[in-house]
């Protein structure tokens, strides 16, 4: 299968990037090279590092931004800093997150991501390291329950993880199908109603495997670090654990004096080491949810460096 990945607010990410055409920009989950590719269009002496921790990403973007000025490399954007000190880069004009999972991803059965397609137990990015098979059927119930609480939010998590401890028990877990009927038998009918019932458990399980929110918490201020002046760092997220985490990281980037408000004068000398490039998230809008509708959770946030 050919890797597709149908960018999402491709327009309004490079519009927020405010790309320089001498700029140094980073494209930290590169995938089939979408929001790449428009970025490097635009760079005369500049010049883009694209990142992916996905083999098939990495060779996918290689092929396609050959010829314009850039660079694919396989890294988890949480070694951003590394891997541009490795490239002599120490600032950058701009810097992109799309935390979104590919298209491809989740449409190769054998990558083992969707819940809807029979498939070896997999969901790594990297196709390295613990895989969903080996969390599912080596995690004690009780640890299950909680990855399925948070990073799931699935109420049902501890009804849902005993049900797995004593399926398992029986024979081994390998296949999604196998899981995601699992699943569905363990929660309420009614509950079966309000979309797929194994839907929170697999973006959990996907979460902890790839370990995703810590990757992001480590990038968020490493990335903002190598922002030059008037820098910009873009993110695009999917739900809303990795949401509030950056809408909150964001905030105390633009936040100014901390000290108590009963002060009569700032003593603490904090002044905002960023501003915000609007006002409120952007989403998509009516017609990419038509021509798209896996874009429908996103939301873009960036944040200028002062």
């Known amino acids: 299968m ?14 927020a990037l405010d790309i320089k055409p001498d700029g140094i920009y980073v494209d930290g989950t590169a995938g089939g090279a979408g929001h790449s590719s428009e970025i490097a269009k635009r760079l005369k002496n500049g010049f883009l590092y694209a990142l992916d921790r996905d083999p098939d990403a990495v060779k996918t973007a290689s092929e396609r931004l050959k010829g314009l000025p ?3 490399i396989q890294s988890n954007f949480r070694d951003m800093d590394t891997v541009l000190a490795a490239e002599g880069v120490d600032k950058v004009n701009g810097i992109l997150l799309d935390l979104g999972v590919s298209s491809y991803q989740l449409d190769s059965a054998e990558r083992g991501f969707s819940y809807r397609k029979d498939a070896p137990l997999d969901m790594r990015m990297s196709k390295t390291g ?15 329950a909680d990855i399925f609480k948070k990073y799931g939010e699935e109420k049902f998590a501890y009804r849902i993880a005993n049900r797995i401890a004593a399926e398992r028990a029986e024979k081994p877990i390998l296949s999604t199908v196998q899981l995601a009927d699992i699943i569905a038998s363990s ?3 009614a509950a079966r109603r309000d979309g797929h019932p194994a839907r929170k458990c697999f973006q959990a399980i996907r979460i902890a495997v790839n370990g995703e929110l810590e990757s992001l918490e480590e990038a968020l201020d490493k990335a903002f670090g190598l922002l030059c002046k008037d820098g910009v760092l873009a993110i695009i997220t999917f739900h809303s654990l990795e949401d509030r985490m950056v809408k909150q990281k964001f905030k105390e980037y633009c936040t100014g004096c901390i000290c108590p408000p009963d002060f009569p004068v700032c003593v603490c000398g904090r002044t905002p080491a ?15 949810l038509e021509e798209n509708p896996r874009s429908r959770s996103a939301k873009l946030r960036a944040v200028i460096k002062n």
Do not use: M, W
Not at 274 to 288: H, S, Y
């Open 187 to 189: 929660v309420p009918a």
């Open 2 to 15: 050919e890797f597709s990945h149908r960018p999402v607010l491709l327009e309004e990410t490079i519009a």
């Open 70 to 72: 850039a660079k694919v």
């Open 130 to 144: 613990l895989s969903a098979a080996d969390i599912v059927n080596t995690y004690s119930a009780e640890q299950l």
């Open 274 to 288: 960023g501003r915000p490039a609007a006002r409120k998230p952007v989403e998509p809008d009516i017609k990419e």
